[in-house]
């Protein structure tokens, strides 16, 4: 069924993760909110293992009732274990390449660390914005001057609260587009550099501040290098491309793991902004030589790890049936019981004040460690 080029399938995926979204953080975030003055580390805990049902719901949406299939490859050389919190790079193919890869934090069982770095603009949203804040997702006003500060509140915030987390970076700023291929195409000719067809030239600044901010503060240990490819199907360039069903039939991720002492060994005289810079322009060039390769189904070097193992569809149903009885059950108490109907609204005003009134939910997380 398509409605004006929107597909009934694709658009049901959006109701039910933007309903999902929203009543679990009214029913299932709010209660937890006065744990902040009393335990924290038990706030966060419960918090992330209620964001992680509703991140297993979209895989299953994406692998399951969609029919993506994702393909995970693990490098054979750079296959450093982390023991603290990670950096993951990744090219910016399309503006959903963020969502495909809550696939591979699923089978990483990473679910609940992940941290995303969005537009502020996306905090305006009622609902999904307030679950997104409730995560932590970090976002930014594209003006370094203000970013550089929200940056540092959350990792710092993280430090003192002593837990793991795993940021998610596109160094490239955007996606791919004819404007942005031009952008970077001008920069490739004004600093003498290849043009580049598969990636964007990366940026540079952000991720060195938020790494040496981690570093200083002993944070991290490892970097994940992570390049995405798209195959079969069409590609997603935007959201209305979901809802058209213009997807494609295998997403496939390489991921690199480095660990960050190895990224600096032997290079003691120069600074350590300098070593990330040549580093992930090399990773930038040598990702331009896989992706040519791999898109046009060339050989490619053995130096991953496939794997080959199904996802379990039996477990990720699992996640459907919690929110089918759970939403029912809501729906039902809050139809039938003035308490239920009473706390709705309370926690619906919570938010509300602090979207639009106070200073966003993030800000109130974070605040309120004293």
């Not at 924290?40 to 918090?47: A, D, F, N, P, S």
């Not at 679910?111 to 970090?138: E, H, Y």
Request: proline share 3%; aromatic share 18%.
């Amino acid at each position: 069924m398509a409605i004006k080029g929107i597909k009934f399938k694709y658009l049901l995926v959006i109701l039910m993760l933007y309903v999902t979204s929203t009543i679990g953080t009214l029913y299932m975030l709010f209660p937890y909110t006065i744990l902040l003055y009393f335990n924290r580390k038990l706030y966060h805990k419960l918090c992330d293992y209620s964001l992680q049902i509703w991140f297993g719901f979209a895989v299953f949406l994406l692998e399951v009732f969609c029919g993506i299939k994702i393909h995970m490859h693990v490098s054979k050389v750079n296959k450093y274990e982390s023991k603290k919190s990670t950096i993951a790079l990744m090219n910016h193919r399309t503006r959903l390449d963020w969502l495909f890869y809550f696939c591979i934090l699923y089978r990483l069982n990473a679910l609940s660390q992940i941290k995303i770095i969005l537009k502020d603009s996306l905090k305006r949203i009622p609902g999904p914005a307030w679950a997104m804040q409730t995560a932590l997702f970090i976002f930014i006003r594209r003006k370094w001057t203000e970013d550089q500060i929200i940056f540092n509140k959350f990792i710092d915030y993280y430090n003192k609260i002593e837990k793991k987390f795993m940021i998610l970076i596109f160094p490239e700023g955007t996606n791919m587009s004819q404007d942005s291929i031009q952008k970077s195409n001008k920069f490739a000719d004004e600093k003498n550099l290849p043009r580049y067809e598969y990636v964007i030239h990366p940026r540079v600044t952000g991720f060195n501040h938020i790494f040496k901010r981690m570093y200083s503060n002993e944070q991290i240990d490892c970097i994940h290098d992570v390049t995405v490819g798209y195959r079969g199907g069409k590609m997603p360039e935007r959201e209305t491309d979901f809802l058209a069903g213009n997807m494609p039939k295998e997403i496939h991720f390489y991921i690199d793991k480095f660990c960050c002492e190895k990224i600096f060994e032997d290079k003691n005289e120069k600074p350590k902004s300098e070593i990330l810079e040549e580093w992930i322009c090399e990773r930038w060039k040598q990702k331009e030589e896989f992706l040519k390769k791999f898109y046009n189904q060339e050989q490619l070097e053995n130096n991953y790890e496939t794997n080959a193992s199904p996802i379990n569809k039996f477990y990720l149903t699992m996640y459907p049936v919690f929110w089918f009885f759970s939403l029912s059950l809501i729906f039902l108490l809050t139809y039938y019981n003035l308490f239920v109907r009473s706390f709705l609204l309370i926690a619906f005003s919570f938010y509300f004040y602090q979207q639009f009134i106070s200073n966003n939910i993030d800000n109130f997380i974070i605040n309120s460690l004293k």
